[in-house]
């Protein structure tokens, strides 16, 4: 190994996109330095739900079989309109979902996605983890580049790639904007299957979409858990932020909804309350030897059940920019790091500009509600697929621009 290849490439932060960015980087033959913030690595949150596109991902990276096993397979999306409970739409996702695909459509709790990639990490003996270590900044220089912690402490890399989420670090230093707070407010739960309703124990990934609110629930870990999730438009100005919930709050704002959607505000025993916001699309996330990745690159709304997604996306574009420009070899990262994003700002843009729109239209009331809910009428599911080909028929092939 060459002296320079001594050195690792560093990934500032530890979630689900640090660590595919860990995996797509030993991949094309790098050593990687993780650094976490948090004393220990894991998630937080409940279920995501995905698509064909991150199981594509996932295989790319060679933890797809992991990843369906921790997964359950739906039946269909549906969704309901929660003030007079009728079927808006509904995606079938079952065997012609698949052959149109190539892939399934699935759900699972973010911390048996995080597992997975984890577990993949440490079958390489070239992904160091450093916990509890908080990034204050990157220096670039002829050799690399150089990250500097809380404590002062300096790691000496390659590149870096700030996988470091919402209030990213890396992306305050480079690009300086702030994260756009969206007064959308989202409570999110596990409940076991015996506490959740027996008239809502469905094989399906479901919305019910009422006025400036909905609920979503779907089933976790082979159905002995359902994923429960309500969302609402605060009365309050909201800034970022993750804090312990309480039913006494969310109860006041699901009052025009009908009994059945109801029924989930009274289910968990205890809340996490995000108060959700995105970013504004940007035209660059590459500098030099730092570029973005995930939510420090493109935070996105939950509304198309995409950030995982796209985050898993990110890390394999990434990998595959590095192995076309021969980076191992010549070490041009800025190259390989301009073509990754050249490959994945309009498609992650469009998934933030689109969950934005999307929030807008489950939360529709009066006429715009009744608008909504003819928008998929009569709609085939031969047609629904084709809807979603933009969305779900991302594969690593396909990935890269032609530059």
């Known amino acids: 190994m060459s002296n320079a290849l001594s050195k690792p490439v560093i990934v500032c932060g530890g ?3 640090g660590l595919a960015a860990a995996l797509a980087l030993t991949k094309q033959g790098f050593k990687v330095l993780v650094l976490e913030q948090a004393a220990e690595l894991g998630e937080i949150g409940a279920g995501v739900q995905f698509g064909p596109n ?7 990276l060679g933890v797809g079989e992991r990843g369906r096993a921790r997964a359950v397979y739906t039946d269909n999306m549906a ?35 995080h597992l997975s990639l984890y577990e993949g990490a440490l079958e390489t003996d070239r992904i160091q983890v450093k916990t509890a270590t908080t990034v204050e900044r990157v220096e670039q220089h002829a050799q ?12 000496e890399g390659l590149a870096v790639i700030g996988a470091d989420g919402v209030k990213s670090v890396i992306r305050e230093q480079y690009v300086g904007d702030q994260p756009r707070a969206s007064g959308h407010v989202v409570y999110r739960a596990v409940v076991d299957k015996k506490d959740f309703p027996v008239d809502l124990q469905w094989n399906s990934a479901s919305i019910w979409v009422g006025p400036n609110c909905h609920l979503v629930h779907y089933p976790l870990r082979g159905g002995e858990q359902y994923n429960v999730v ?5 009365r309050q100005k909201e800034e970022w932020s993750v804090t312990t919930g309480s039913y006494a709050e969310v109860e006041t704002y699901f009052q025009g909804i009908s009994p059945k959607a109801r029924q ?4 968990p025993k205890s809340w996490k309350r995000w108060a959700t916001a995105d970013r504004d699309p940007i035209a660059q996330w590459t500098f030099g030897n730092v570029t973005l990745l995930g939510d420090a690159a493109h935070a996105t709304l939950q509304y198309l059940a995409q950030g995982a997604c796209m985050a898993i996306e990110d890390a394999v574009t990434l990998g595959e920019a590095l192995k076309v420009c021969d980076t191992i070899h010549d070490l041009d990262f800025a190259k390989a790091f301009d073509l ?3 490959s994945r700002i309009t498609r992650t843009a469009r998934i933030v500009l689109g969950s934005r729109e999307m929030g807008r239209i489950y939360h529709a009331s009066g006429v715009e509600r009744l608008v909504r809910n003819s928008l998929w009428a009569g709609r085939t599911q ?22």
């Open 15 to 17: 979630g689900i996109g």
């Open 54 to 60: 991150a199981f594509a991902a996932l295989d790319a």
């Open 79 to 113: 969704m309901y309109d929660a003030v007079d409970e009728s079927l808006v739409g509904e995606i079938q996702t079952g065997k012609e979902f698949i052959e149109f695909f190539g892939n399934p459509y699935a759900v699972c709790h973010r911390a048996d996605v």
């Open 144 to 155: 690399g580049v150089t990250v500097i912690d809380a404590q002062g402490h300096r790691y």
């Open 230 to 234: 309500v969302t609402f438009h605060s």
């Open 264 to 267: 989930l505000i009274q289910l």
């Open 340 to 342: 990754y994003q050249r």
């Open 382 to 403: 031969q047609e629904f697929y084709q809807a979603c080909q933009w969305l779900y028929g991302w594969k690593v092939d396909n990935c890269l621009v032609k530059s």
